[in-house]
């Protein structure tokens, strides 16, 4: 059993940058592929970025990919998203999803979720 705690959301202005957080509790963080999911009013969750066990492989999607920056810390049971450049499109509450996983950009592939944090993108 894993349990995920996001924190680092906020309002920002576009252009701007934030950094988000997901703590793991338990052993076995380090067995696991990492991610960030988002939903957005109106809108189905959508994959954002995930990363392998141990760091080495990372996946975006297209309309992050060169703005966001996934990246993990397994002494710390901690994975983070850097957003930078952040624009009105990438309002939503960011997921934190853990699990062993076959497909890194399909949330049925997670079996642990976070409550998620609030981003708001002001234009």
């Known amino acids: 059993q894993v349990q995920l705690v996001e924190s680092g959301g906020g309002l920002v202005q576009a252009g701007g940058s934030l950094r988000l957080s997901c703590a793991a509790s338990g052993r076995t963080f380090g067995t696991y592929a990492m991610s960030w999911f988002r939903r957005a009013p109106g809108k189905e969750r959508e994959f954002v970025a995930a990363?392998?066990?141990?760091?080495?492989?990372?996946y975006y999607a297209d309309s992050v990919k060169g703005r966001f920056t996934i990246s993990r810390d397994n002494a710390k049971n901690t994975v983070y998203l850097q957003m930078n450049s952040l624009e009105p499109e990438d309002t939503a509450v960011y997921y934190c999803?853990?699990?062993?996983?076959?497909?890194?950009?399909?949330?049925?592939?997670?079996?642990?979720w976070g409550q998620g944090t609030q981003v708001t993108v002001s234009s």
């Open positions: 999803a853990a699990g062993v996983v076959w497909n890194y950009y399909s949330d049925s592939a997670y079996a642990y």
């Open positions: 990363i392998s066990r141990g760091g080495g492989n990372t």
